[in-house]
Nanobody
Framework: EVQLVESGGGLVQGGGSLRLSCAASGFTFDDYGIGWFRQAPGKEREGVSCISSSDSITYYTDSVKGRFTISSDNAKNTVYLQMNSLKPEDTAVYYC??????????????????????WGQGTQVTVSS
């Protein structure tokens, strides 16, 4: 059974930090990239970051560059999203998802949720002002 399980969300003051984790199981981790998406109430889902498990190429949306860092521990089949200098506009439910590594490499459409095969259940991040 394929599973992506997010953890690490919570309530934090503006300027603070959180580290999200995405634990993957049920598929060959090295054959996939893992992306992070977020969705705030009333807004569309947004691609935040992605990492290719095979070659560790990383991607970020402009609004989080310099503040968020994605990393992967292939031995643990886990991807992390370190979020620093958090802002109230980062408040959202954060989801991790898996995209085929070949598809990611061929298209670079890491930000397109339709490209992803598997999704986690999400974790809430709330940043107070």
């Amino acid at each position: 059974e394929v599973q992506l399980v997010e953890s690490g969300g919570g309530l934090v003051q503006g300027g603070g930090s959180l580290r999200l984790s995405c634990a993957a199981s049920g598929f060959t981790f090295d054959d996939y990239g893992i992306g992070w998406f977020r969705q705030a109430p009333g807004k569309e889902r947004e691609g935040v970051s992605c990492i290719s498990s095979s070659d560790s190429i990383t991607y970020y949306t402009d609004s989080v560059k310099g503040r968020f860092t994605i990393s992967s521990d292939n031995a643990k089949n886990t991807v992390y999203l370190q979020m620093n200098s958090l802002k109230p506009e980062d408040t959202a439910v954060y989801y991790c998802a898996a995209i085929g590594a070949e598809l990611l490499s061929a298209t670079n459409k890491w930000y397109d949720g339709l490209m992803y095969d598997y999704w986690g259940q999400g974790t809430q991040v709330t940043v107070s002002s």
